[in-house]
């Protein structure tokens, strides 16, 4: 059974094409699929009937089963999909006054095991599939339906929660070209964002492949502490990550690029760190998002005080750069930034030094840019 979930517009059409199905017949299911969040072939009242049955006896529509839903007390809603073999995902919706966020996960664990983040403490389970990240999408959108005028809730995606997107290139693309296309969510690709914690060659072939507005996990401003906080920073180091944000910006949605910073306590937040940050990124249009560190189980760290937050973020402003500290929203649910998948059992097994093979022998493939 072919899960159609899986399949960008230029997918379906070719699947359809082998069928000796007309284009059209492909675009009809795709706005069923994602415009209307339709499950049912039955339900497909403008397929002919003999289309439908073909549809009911190859294809199917499936989305990761949705295990949890829970609301935060600030309004946030934490979803945790079932994706096989004991592994599970979360997914989390933010809302604020003019908008919507859903911050989607794109693998089960992560390979980079950034020391600060608690999916990353968890090891690698896999990369998930087209269906499992554009279904996290598909099944929010059932779950907190529209609002009175009758829009969507979800204005705006981010691909921000558990894994680096950019380590599962193909999918992730093919997530982010649905996402885009006016026969599914119609998302403009300003509202669009691929966070990533600076793999190169991937940056570059996503600005070739699906240009979306870029956030980029930076938490360190220089190389000594990056490579601590960031262990990927030794393979692509801050000078050459900066070179690749400016290049990325020739075809960027937006002007500029985010840049995170998540504060530890006496790790990254003093002054000097925020005058140093500001030195390494002169060159680059950026804005500034600070995250003030959500303590795990586990974790070494502790969030940067209240007062240093203050101050860090005052020296960027000072310097005319835009900085937002986010709030830590979904405290009470694990739901903040480096929470995610705070309370699941790793099931990986690996060792670090296997995840490490694994990354390097798997990521190569996935730089390839989609034809
Ligand atoms: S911060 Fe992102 S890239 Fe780093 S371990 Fe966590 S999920 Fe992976």
Known sequence: MQNLLDFDAAQLTAWF?????KPFRATQVLRWLHRFGAADFADMSDLAKTLRAKLTAEACVTPPPLISDRASGDGTRKFLFDVGGGNAVE???????????????????????????STGRQGFNRNLTTAEIIGQLWQANKALGRDPKGERVISNVVLMGMGEPLANFDNTVAALTLMLDDNAYGLS???????????????DALSDACPVALAVSLHAPNDRLRD????????????????????YLDKAPRDFVTFEYVLIDGI????????????????????????????????????ARSDRIRRFADVLMQAGVVTTT???????????????????HDKTQRSARATRAFMLEEQRPCFNPRP
Do not use: W
């Open 17 to 21: 094409a082998a069928r000796g199905e």
């Open 91 to 117: 997914t989390v919706f933010i809302p604020e006054t003019a908008r919507g966020t859903l911050c989607v996960s794109t693998q089960a664990g992560c390979a980079l095991e950034c020391s600060f983040c």
């Open 189 to 203: 690709r300003r509202r669009v964002t691929v966070s990533t914690s600076g793999i190169i060659p991937a940056m």
């Open 228 to 247: 601590e906080l960031v262990p990927i920073n030794k393979k692509y180091p801050l000078k050459e990550l900066m070179a690749a944000c400016l290049r």
């Open 268 to 303: 990254n937040d003093h002054e000097h760190d925020a005058r140093e940050l500001l030195a390494l990124t002169r060159r680059v249009p950026c804005k500034f998002n600070i995250i003030p560190f959500n303590p795990f189980p586990g974790s070494p760290y502790r969030r």
């Open 326 to 344: 986010r709030k830590t929203r979904g405290d009470d649910i694990f739901a903040a930034c480096g929470q995610l998948a705070g309370q699941i």
